[in-house]
């Protein structure tokens, strides 16, 4: 049973910094990518960063220059480190892992969630 389970949010002033982790547990199966997405209250949900087994990253053009995505392979974990923090930014964050699964035609991917965190910026 594959857990993925986030943590480190919480209530953060405009400007100030958070760090989410994720931790991916439970499969034999390696990990390729592992992201953040956000969903805003009546809005869809939102990538934030993504990371490969590589180290390459992706960022959505709101975010970039401020937040910093990275992630220890051995531990299946990757972070979220959150900096000059807006009003705007204010959501549930969620952490995806995809996990490449062989068969016998390859390979597949198989994607797993984790239940949210809270990040609430506000004065």
């Known amino acids: 049973q594959v857990q993925v389970v986030e943590s480190g949010g919480g209530l953060v002033q405009p400007g100030g910094s958070l760090r989410l982790s994720c931790a991916a547990s439970?499969?034999?199966?390696?990990?390729?990518?592992m992201g953040w997405y956000r969903q805003a209250p009546g809005k869809q949900r939102e990538l934030v960063a993504t990371?490969?087994?590589?180290?390459?990253?992706t960022y959505a053009d709101s975010v970039k220059g401020r937040f910093t995505i990275s992630r220890d392979n051995v531990k299946n974990t990757v972070y979220l480190q959150m900096n000059s923090l807006k009003p705007e930014d204010t959501a549930v964050y969620y952490c995806?892992?995809?996990?490449?699964?062989?068969?016998?035609?390859?390979?597949?991917?198989?994607?797993?969630w984790g239940q949210g965190t809270q990040v609430t910026v506000s004065s």
């Open positions: 995806k892992s995809v996990y490449t699964i062989p068969d016998e035609a390859g390979t597949y991917e198989s994607d797993y």
């Open positions: 439970g499969s034999p199966f390696s990990i390729y990518v």
């Open positions: 990371i490969n087994n590589s180290g390459r990253t």
